[in-house]
């Protein structure tokens, strides 16, 4: 058994910290939404979906309320929320332990800024869950989960990590590039920022033949400003780094396009979500912490990226409520 105090108990923090309370760990969640941690300490985090379902029980805290120390704490809140959640947690990290960062983008960078890189582990993963109501999490599909430093070292504390999570995804893995896979979930992000313009589902957009031209360009920008910055790129659950470069044939980049509709396919949560963040939760999206700086890293290797700007200027009108959410965007946006 670990302690783990997991931080942003919302779709990724309460899948995996109530995985890992039911297997015995002892787990601290902390979120900001008081209702939410209301219900945990009444009644337990309930998992629904198709995965499975079941209530586990773990204390639950406001930032404000926690008190205490722990050796692992597991980051788990919205890109854009890092920089705030790392310095409101770094007084409870112990002087030996480590932020696990359980988010989409580049946000170890950002993490290692304010705890220290030897204090930051990263990871990628892609299952889908969604945040339903106070107390309630759905957990839609198992998908790929890696861990690995930031420098590439094989510790002994990834190891140990590593079993831990495995009580959460028997599959997880870790690597000595974990650059590689966040680099390669990238392109795959910038996709799913499409998706949440519109009203159709995730596999119903990736399988729209006019749109193919699209996830090649979305992905073609991120996966060329990811080897301008030096990352191989790993692929994951049907996305296929290598079918967006420029070299790929079109054939390459449809073969892609079918593995990640087959896999979404298979999923309980049919939308991205940052759609659920426009769509049902109507508050800002992750866009400017994380598709935004693909093109802002780009520029720094002479890389221009047009299709990512104009897909980030068309979230920020669907923010401000001057642009609807149609599916007629993704066309506006393909041409």
């Known amino acids: 058994m670990v302690s783990i105090l997991i931080w942003g108990a919302g779709a990724i923090g309460g899948s995996v910290g109530a995985y890992l309370a039911r297997a015995g ?8 939404d008081a209702a939410h941690v209301a219900a945990i300490n009444a009644s337990g985090l309930r998992i629904v979906g198709p ?14 309320a926690v008190t205490g120390v722990w050796d692992r704490i597991f980051l788990c809140v919205k890109a854009h929320h890092t920089h ?5 947690l ?11 960062s359980l988010q989409n983008g580049l946000n170890e960078l950002e993490i290692e800024a304010i705890v220290g890189r030897a ?9 889908g869950a969604d945040w339903m109501a106070p107390g309630e999490v759905m957990l839609g599909n198992r998908a790929a989960v890696v861990l690995g430093e930031l420098d590439g070292a094989m510790t002994e504390r990834l190891a140990s990590l590593l079993v831990t999570m495995q009580d959460f995804e028997p599959n997880a893995i870790s690597t000595p590039d974990i650059w590689g896979y966040l680099w390669g979930k990238m392109g795959y992000g910038a996709m799913l920022f499409a998706q949440a313009l519109g009203q159709a589902s995730i596999p119903h957009c990736l399988g729209n033949p006019a749109l193919l031209g699209l996830w090649r360009r979305l992905g073609g920008e991120a996966v060329a400003v990811g080897l301008a910055e030096g ?8 996305f296929d780094p290598q079918a967006f470069t420029p070299q790929a044939t079109l054939a390459q980049a449809q073969a892609s396009v079918d593995a990640m509709v087959a896999f979404n396919a298979g999923s309980a949560k049919t939308h991205s979500g940052v759609w659920r963040d426009l769509a049902v939760r109507k508050r800002q999206t992750e866009v400017d912490s994380q598709i935004a700086p693909i093109s802002a890293i780009g520029a720094r290797h ?8 104009r897909l980030v200027r068309m979230i920020h009108e669907v ?10 965007n993704l066309l506006e946006l393909a041409a």
């Open 231 to 238: 990352a191989r790129l790993r692929g994951f659950n049907g």
């Open 51 to 64: 995965v499975e379902a079941f209530t586990a029980h773990a204390p639950a805290f406001t930032p404000g």
């Open 302 to 309: 002479g890389l221009a990226c047009p299709t990512i700007d």
């Open 84 to 88: 705030a959640a790392a310095t409101a």
């Open 319 to 328: 923010e401000a409520g001057t642009r609807p959410m149609v599916d007629q």
């Open 25 to 32: 760990h002892d787990i601290t969640f902390v979120d900001i």
């Open 119 to 127: 204090r930051t582990i990263g990871a990628f993963v892609n299952f």
């Open 90 to 100: 770094a007084p409870h990290l112990g002087a030996d332990g480590y932020v696990l």
